[in-house]
Nanobody, 125 residues
Framework: QVQLVESGGGLVQPGGSLRLSCTAS????????IGWFRQAPGKEREGVSC????????YYRDSVKGRFTIHRNNANNTIDLQMNSLKPEDTANYLC??????????????????WGQGTQVTVSS
């Protein structure tokens, strides 16, 4: 069965850190373009960070630059998102997605082929 599963979410205080993982089963993530997205209640899904299949290009939305880092771990077949200095506005359900073709992180999300169910991140004191 082909699926993506996110983990690592939780409740954290402002300024804290979390590391999210996106694990693939039924297929390998190498040679795929990977994206981390988030969706808060009442808001549209938005691209947070994306990495190209060759790891040559990584995108971060402006609001997370310098705080989030995306990392591909082919040995574990995972894509991690290290999130530091978290802010309340980072609160959302975080989802990972994969696609064989290069896609813009800021483009329509419907073109991504595989999606996980998401993991909730809540930043609150």
């Amino acid at each position: 069965q082909v699926q993506l599963v996110e983990s690592g979410g939780g409740l954290v205080q402002p300024g804290g850190s979390l590391r999210l993982s996106c694990t693939a089963s039924g297929f390998t993530l190498d040679n795929l373009h990977i994206g981390w997205f988030r969706q808060a209640p009442g808001k549209e899904r938005e691209g947070v960070s994306c990495i190209s299949a060759t790891d040559s290009d990584a995108y971060y939305r402006d609001s997370v630059k310098g705080r989030f880092t995306i990392h591909r771990n082919n040995a574990n077949n995972t894509i991690d998102l290290q999130m530091n200095s978290l802010k309340p506005e980072d609160t959302a359900n975080y989802l990972c997605a994969a696609a064989p073709m290069p896609l813009k992180c800021t483009g329509p999300t419907r073109f991504w082929d595989y999606w996980g169910q998401g993991t909730q991140v809540t930043v609150s004191s």
